[in-house]
């Protein structure tokens, strides 16, 4: 089964990626600034929310955090150098640590260029 990539644009200068594991049916959130265009792009897709993953700290990658977490009780994964400024963050992780969005893989790499902790999957 394959892995589907929805990029869209729910603010003026950011983009959210939405990733979907077709075989598990899991899908998760790169970054979520505000949690109801989030929420709203995965239900037009008959999508259900199992994770956000947290690329960096700054409130326009975090502001919907919480709010995603208490409607779908899902899993955050981000950088452990910035756990302290992520709300909810379940899951700190460092670079080399894998994430798995159902059956896909993604090595984490730290890519200290916009912040000092920041993330790419």
């Known amino acids: 089964m394959a892995l589907i990539v929805d990029v869209f644009q729910p603010f003026s200068d950011n983009?959210?990626?939405?990733?979907?594991?077709?075989?598990?049916?899991?899908?998760?959130?790169?970054?979520?600034?505000?949690?109801?265009?989030?929420?709203?792009?995965?239900?037009?897709h008959g999508w259900q929310l199992t994770d956000i993953f947290i690329t960096h700290h700054h409130s326009d990658h975090t502001g919907g955090v919480a709010a995603l977490k208490a409607e779908f009780g899902l899993t955050v994964t981000g950088p452990a150098g910035e756990k302290s400024g992520i709300v909810g963050l379940d899951r700190p992780v460092h670079g080399g640590d894998t994430l798995l969005p159902g059956e896909t893989r993604f090595e984490i790499i730290?890519?200290?260029?916009?912040?000092?902790?920041?993330?790419?999957?």
């Open 15 to 44: 983009f959210v990626c939405l990733l979907h594991d077709e075989a598990s049916g899991a899908t998760a959130s790169v970054d979520a600034g505000e949690s109801e265009p989030i929420a709203k792009r995965a239900a037009e």
């Open 110 to 121: 730290v890519a200290p260029v916009h912040t000092h902790g920041h993330l790419s999957p």
